[in-house]
T-cell receptor
């Protein structure tokens, strides 16, 4: 089985632009969660999608949004980028909402200049 | 609210020796899970070991074992027979409805 795939791996954007990151979960997994990892704040939960519905949301501004498609693939969008949005964005998939074992992708490294 | 605390920013161990990484947590939930994840330089988070809070028996996975003290809300990871490939960041995490991570411990392994 293929693992969790995140694209692109690296991204450089300018302040004020918007960006879309993609995550393809393990086949058969219906839950996708997103995390932001920075040296200062560590790993922080952004949101979780299950069966195309947002189940849970972290404490991030509305500039951060996401969605999930019927094939469980998920996208995360950040609008009006700020320098502080530079981070590693990790996606994790779980088989179901009750299965606790999360499998992570390799992340997308976003740099905002 | 859930919180996870790792008080050791860095640890080091000699190859073949044993090292213990500390973690404490806090949650008001009675049903929760605890995890240790490893993050090597490749940045991919790899699940090392999982503990269900309702289970009294400590989880073991090959050279990795935990010491789960529920009353003390402590969840330490013991790595036996350390190998060079164990060098990485190790994150402790708790799960109720989402994963909450500690700040991590950087483990160095010396030959």
């Amino acid at each position: 089985k293929a693992g969790v795939t995140q694209t692109p791996r690296y991204l450089i954007k300018t302040r004020g632009q918007q960006v879309t990151l993609s995550c393809s979960p393990i086949s058969g997994h219906r839950s996708v969660s997103w995390y932001q990892q920075t040296p200062g704040q560590g790993l922080q939960f952004l949101f979780e999608y299950f069966s195309e519905t947002q189940r849970n949301k972290g404490n991030f501004p509305g500039r951060f949004s996401g969605r999930q498609f019927s094939n469980s693939r998920s996208e995360m969008n950040v609008s009006t980028l700020e320098l502080g949005d530079s981070a590693l964005y990790l996606c994790a998939s779980r088989e179901s909402a009750v299965n606790t074992e999360a499998f992570f992708g390799q992340g997308t490294r976003l740099t905002v200049v | 609210a859930q919180t996870v605390t790792q008080s050791q920013p860095e640890m080091s161990v000699q190859e073949a020796e044993t090292v213990t990484l500390s973690c404490t947590y806090d949650t008001s939930e009675s049903d929760y899970y605890l995890f240790w994840y490893k993050q090597p330089p490749s940045r991919q988070m790899i699940l090392v070991i999982r503990q269900e809070a309702y289970k009294q028996q400590n989880a073991t996975e090959n050279r990795f074992s935990v010491n789960f003290q529920k009353a003390a809300k402590s969840f330490s990871l013991k790595i036996s027979d350390s190998q060079l490939g164990d060098a990485a960041m190790y994150f402790c995490a708790s799960f109720t409805d989402k994963l909450i991570f500690g700040t991590g411990t950087r483990l160095q392994v010396f030959p």
